[in-house]
C-alpha cells in the first residue's frame, strides 16, 4: 500500500535522489565521520526493510558507499520523523536486524549500519541511549543490553536562513527542509512562501524541476492548511508554469474528493457572490481540512486501528470540537484520550 502520510512521501521522493542525499550528508554529518566516507560510491539500495506489519506506515531510504580507506562498505539508514516518538531504537533496531538478516542470506559480511534519523516536528526531540530506558537494572546487567547510536538532524536546530545560505547547497534540498521545518506553522509559512520558492525560480524551468515542483504543491496542499489559491498565486508570481501546475495538481485533487471541502468550498462562496455563501463555503472547507488532519494523525500514531474512529467523527460539525479533536491527537499517548472526546 503507498505511503498515506504526506511527510513520508515528500521525504522519500527528495532523499531517493542521490545529490541531494550527498548534499544532507555535507551539511549535517559530524566531520570525523563524513571525511572516511567516499560519497562518489554512494548508491541507493532499493530493497525495503520494512515487514508487511508496518510497511504501510513507515518509510526508510536505504544507501550504500565505501570508506576512503578501505574495501568496506557503509550502510546508510534514512528514517525520516514529524512526531516525537518514546524510543526510536525499536524500530531502528528491526531495520538493522533486516539490513543484516540480507547481508548473512547473500553470504556477505555484516555491513555496519549508520542510523540517520531527520526531525520536524512540533516537541522536543529528547535524545537518549538505548541503555537509559532499562530503568533500576544494576551495572552488572549492561553488559547484555545492545548499544548503539543514532544521528539526529532536527530541524527546529536550525534557522531559516542556516538552512537557506549555509548548511545546504542544492534549491531542492534547501526548499525540503525549509518548508518541512515550517510546515506545522501556517503564519511563517505563509509569509515566506514567495521566499522559498525563489530558491528554485531557475531549476523550476528543467526537467528535474519541473516533477520537483510537482512534490511541493502536493506536500502543501495535503499537509498544511495554506489557501491552494494563495500557493497558485505565489507561484505565479516565481514562474507561470509553476501557477498553471499548481491549479492543475488542485484540479485533479478535488477531482478525486483529496481537498474538495478546502478549495470547492471557497470557490462556492465565491462563485455566489453572497456574503452567507462565502461563509458556508469557507466553514464547509475548514471542516473538511480538519477532517483530513484528523484522518492523517490517527494514522500515524495508532496506524489502522486509529482510522475506526472516522466514522464518528466524519458527523461532527463543530469547527471548534474539530480542532479540539485534532489538537487531542497530537498530544494523545493513546486511541482512549481521542474516544472521550467523541
Not at 102 to 124: E, F, W
Not at 328 to 342: R, T
Request: hydrophobic content about 35%; charged content about 35%; overall charge negative.
Amino acid at each position: 500500500m503507498e505511503i498515506i502520510n504526506p511527510h513520508d512521501k515528500f521525504f522519500k521522493e527528495t532523499f531517493s535522489i542521490r545529490e541531494n542525499v550527498i548534499d544532507f550528508l555535507s551539511g549535517t554529518f559530524p566531520s570525523k565521520i563524513l571525511k572516511k566516507l567516499d560519497l562518489s560510491t554512494l548508491t541507493q539500495d532499493n530493497n525495503s526493510y520494512i515487514d508487511e506489519e508496518h510497511k504501510e506506515h513507515f518509510s526508510d531510504i536505504v544507501y550504500t558507499c565505501f570508506c576512503k580507506d578501505k574495501e568496506l562498505r557503509i550502510t546508510l539508514l534514512f528514517e525520516h520523523k514529524s512526531y516525537a516518538v518514546a524510543c526510536p531504537y525499536l524500530q531502528l533496531m528491526k531495520y538493522l536486524l533486516k539490513i543484516w538478516e540480507s547481508n548473512n542470506k547473500q553470504a556477505q559480511r555484516l555491513m555496519p549500519v549508520i542510523p540517520v534519523i531527520l526531525y520536524h516536528g512540533k516537541d522536543t526531540w529528547k535524545a537518549r541511549r538505548f541503555r537509559d530506558y532499562f530503568e533500576g537494572i544494576d551495572e552488572e546487567f549492561l553488559r547484555v543490553i545492545p548499544e548503539f547510536e543514532y544521528l539526529l538532524t532536527d530541524l527546529s536546530s536550525y534557522s531559516n536562513e542556516e538552512i537557506k545560505d549555509r548548511v545546504f547547497r542544492r534549491a531542492s534540498l534547501q526548499i525540503t527542509m525549509l518548508l518541512m521545518r515550517n510546515i506545522y506553522n501556517d503564519k511563517i509559512l505563509g509569509d515566506k512562501l514567495k521566499v522559498f520558492f525563489e530558491i528554485g525560480r531557475q531549476y523550476f524551468e528543467e526537467e528535474g524541476g519541473v516533477k520537483f515542483l510537482e512534490s511541493v504543491i502536493r506536500y502543501l496542499y495535503y499537509a498544511s492548511d495554506i489557501e491552494e489559491e494563495r500557493v497558485i498565486d505565489t507561484l505565479k508570481e516565481i514562474s507561470e508554469e509553476g501557477g498553471k501546475l499548481s491549479m492543475t495538481i488542485a484540479a485533479r485533487l478535488i477531482e478525486k474528493g483529496k481537498i474538495t471541502g478546502r478549495m470547492e468550498g471557497r470557490m462556492e462562496g465565491r462563485e455566489e457572490g453572497r456574503a452567507e455563501g462565502a461563509i458556508e463555503g469557507e466553514r464547509k472547507g475548514r471542516i473538511e481540512g480538519l477532517i483530513e488532519a484528523i484522518e492523517i494523525g490517527l494514522e500515524l500514531k495508532y496506524g489502522v486501528n486509529g482510522l475506526r474512529l472516522l466514522e464518528r467523527i466524519r458527523k461532527i460539525a463543530v469547527i471548534e470540537k474539530l480542532e479540539s479533536i485534532k489538537e487531542a491527537v497530537k498530544i494523545s499517548k493513546n486511541m482512549e484520550e481521542i474516544e472521550k472526546l467523541l
